[in-house]
């Protein structure tokens, strides 16, 4: 099988003035489809260089990558947009939504460059997205009308609405608190048992914990590569949550 991700010898240097930064040193891994990575490590360690290569937000100093069997690490800045649009999804901490405008027409602006998709196909898909996140009831609220776990999901809402092949998520729960947190995780669970791929980068270990496999980065190499063996699962935790927060408000 092809796999969705594959790196051989990456390689990412930034020049700073006459300073020469290197922020990856020679990558190399496979990620299978269906797969649910996290990417962990110190701030600095190359992870979220990692990670803009994999959304083809830049393009690597040396070495290849391979996107569902595509080299993608020469590709020009259009053909990079292109690819971005029709096969990677992306969710980042601070949501990024437009403020004056909907969730259903947020979640429709992906679908804005997409050429041979039709306005009653963009708003009733962007509508499914909504509701496969459940938001089903908020197509028409406001940033400012959703708390911040809402917003994320809108967020993950527009990344999905393309149908992507890869989602690539950076620190999705940095802003949300403990609860919050748990309900988006089960939501990407829920999106990695149906067959989605998905790359997570995060600092937190008990978040790594939600996915089936942590890279962890350190001085732009892969320091530990090793799969979950006790995986959480947020469904369960979300359930334990609920029943702690009845028994408190039955006590209040």
């Given at each position: 099988m092809t796999p969705v991700i594959a790196v051989r010898d990456l390689t990412k240097t930034y020049t700073v003035g006459e300073l020469k930064v290197p922020a990856l040193r020679g990558v190399t891994l496979d990620v299978a489809p269906g797969s649910?990575?996290?990417?962990?490590?110190?701030?600095?360690?190359g992870k979220s260089t990692f990670m803009h290569l994999l959304?083809?937000?830049?393009?690597?100093?040396?070495?290849?990558y391979l996107l569902n069997g595509r080299d993608v690490s020469t590709l020009d800045k259009r053909a990079l947009a292109h690819v971005r649009n029709n096969q990677i999804g992306f969710v980042f901490q601070?949501?990024?939504?437009?403020?004056?405008?909907?969730?259903?027409?947020?979640v429709e602006l992906p679908l804005l460059y997409r050429r041979g998709v039709s306005a009653k196909e963009r708003r009733e898909r962007a509508a499914a997205a909504l509701a496969s996140v459940g938001l089903g009831e908020r197509l028409e609220h406001h940033p400012n009308q959703l708390s911040g776990g809402q917003q994320q999901r809108v967020a993950i809402a527009r990344a999905l609405v393309a149908r992507p092949t890869l989602l690539l998520a950076d620190e999705p729960t940095g802003n949300l608190d403990t609860r919050t947190s748990v309900e988006v995780m089960q939501i990407f669970q829920h999106l990695n048992d149906a067959g989605l791929s998905i790359v997570l980068v995060t600092h937190e270990p008990d978040i790594?914990?939600?996915a089936t496999r942590v890279v962890a980065f350190r001085d732009g190499k892969v320091r530990d590569d090793r799969p979950v063996v006790e995986r959480r699962r947020a469904e369960e935790e979300?359930?334990?949550?609920?029943?702690?927060?009845?028994?408190?408000a039955l006590s209040a």
């Open positions: 649910f990575v996290a990417l962990t490590g110190p701030s600095g360690s959304g083809c937000l830049d393009r690597p100093t040396s070495g290849q601070g949501f990024n939504l437009l403020a004056r405008t909907s969730a259903i027409e947020n790594a914990e939600y979300r359930e334990i949550l609920e029943a702690h927060a009845d028994e408190e």
